[in-house]
T-cell receptor, first 114, second 113 residues
Framework: EAQVTQNPRYLITVTGKKLTVTCSQN?????MSWYRQDPGLGLRQIYY???????DKGDVPEGYKVSRKEKRNFPLILESPSPNQTSLYFC?????????????FGPGTRLTVT | DQQVKQNSPSLSVQEGRISILNCDYT??????FLWYKKYPAEGPTFLIS?????DKNEDGRFTVFLNKSAKHLSLHIVPSQPGDSAVYFC????????????FGSGTQLTVLP
């Protein structure tokens, strides 16, 4: 089954404690992205990757890091989480150009930073 | 500066009637538009898309209309069903850009039985 998986689904942590949210896709997609969803703001892109070792900033990259060492994985790293990073996070992948702009989303990770 | 705007945070419609969800964009470089549907505790799922070379695209009960001069698109759902109750996101992209999608803030559609 084609899917994007994220782990963990729920996470409560404290300010400053480094954390990683994993993302994996099994569709051999080149493009992967991270979004955060906040009330009234919709989905905002954090980082995206066009292929292995190729990443770039989205709209709200501050406080986040990513890496793309393998095509299937795109982890999101919060080196020193702060309460304003409390949000719902989605990983997504897509094949690229043409009809493949449609992104496939993971189920989301609810993060709370206290 | 939100380049894709959904000005109605919520919409309620009676079952069987038409639902119309609206979306405006400001970036004239956008030339491909998509609608996503999101249920609680799930990720968004792709619904329908339209290229700027068209002004209408239809898929079953769902039709998207694009008015390029007004920089406006709308999603029509006919007839609306209770299972359509979800948050609908409009998204846009400039084809060829590596930038990926720009999303609107979403509209919560509630279809009343």
């Amino acid at each position: 089954e084609a899917q994007v998986t994220q782990n963990p689904r729920y996470l409560i942590t404290v300010t400053g404690k480094k954390l990683t949210v994993t993302c994996s896709q099994n569709m051999n997609h080149e493009y992967m992205s991270w979004y955060r969803q906040d009330p009234g703001l919709g989905l905002r892109q954090i980082y995206y990757s066009m292929n292995v070792e190729v990443t770039d900033k989205g709209d709200v990259p501050e406080g986040y890091k990513v890496s793309r060492k393998e095509k299937r994985n795109f982890p999101l790293i919060l080196e020193s989480p702060s309460p304003n990073q409390t949000s719902l996070y989605f990983c997504a992948s897509n094949a690229g150009a043409g009809a493949y702009y449609e992104q496939y989303f993971g189920p989301g990770t609810r993060l709370t930073v206290t | 500066d939100q380049q894709v705007k959904q000005n109605s945070p919520s919409l309620s419609v009676q079952e069987g009637r038409i639902s119309i969800l609206n979306c405006d964009y400001t970036n004239s470089m956008f030339d491909y538009f998509l609608w996503y549907k999101k249920y609680p505790a799930e990720g968004p799922t792709f619904l329908i898309s339209i290229s700027s070379i068209k002004d209408k695209n239809e898929d079953g009960r769902f039709t998207v209309f694009l008015n390029k001069s007004a920089k406006h698109l709308s999603l029509h759902i006919v007839p609306s069903q209770p299972g359509d109750s979800a948050v609908y996101f409009c998204a846009a992209i400039k084809t060829g850009s590596a930038r990926q999608l720009t999303f609107g803030s979403g509209t919560q559609l509630t279809v009343l039985p």
